[in-house]
């Protein structure tokens, strides 16, 4: 069935409303997650986008970056775009990953108490308001604190999923799910 929300602008697609280039995918999450998302079922209207999209994250998965540094990026970006739908997706894998709320709440602001997850969120806040030119700087503060350049390189890799992500979200105006506890008012 093909669900509208009372906002969203996209369909909502399932295994039997897709178009057929999105169907195996749908299947495959569907059977590895239990369900799929809103997200994941408005991207199915468009196969080649879930099929780019699913490929990236699947290989950014395997990398070198923790899961809990990969949620912090997630919440900065989500934050920076105003995109609650993957805001309060992110907060719950972010606490999933072992963050508490007080680390959920830093990174939707591009920090963290943990030095180094601090100088690399630093470092791709730089990112995102120099249009991808930042400074050297925080390249190299970043390295002094332990990142390798793979390291930075997956989260730049990272910030450009998350940006997809957030674009996507919002282009649908996805809604937030307002059950979850763990998602946080604004960090702004």
Known sequence: MTIKTDISRFDIHDELTAPEGSVKILKGISTAAGSVSKFIGVLAGAPSALRAYAR???????????RATRERIALAIAERRGDPYSIAQHAKTARAAGLGLDEVS????????????????????????TDGRPSQHLAEEAREHGWTDEELLEAVAHTALNEFQSLIANAA????????????????
């Open 56 to 66: 990236m994250r699947h290989e950014l998965r395997e990398g070198a970056l923790p």
């Open 106 to 129: 830093r990174a939707r602001s591009f920090t963290s108490a943990d030095e180094k997850e601090a100088a690399l969120l630093a470092f791709i806040e730089a990112l995102i308001a």
């Open 173 to 188: 105006a996805l809604p937030q799910d307002q059950s979850d506890p763990s998602v946080l008012p604004s960090a702004a």
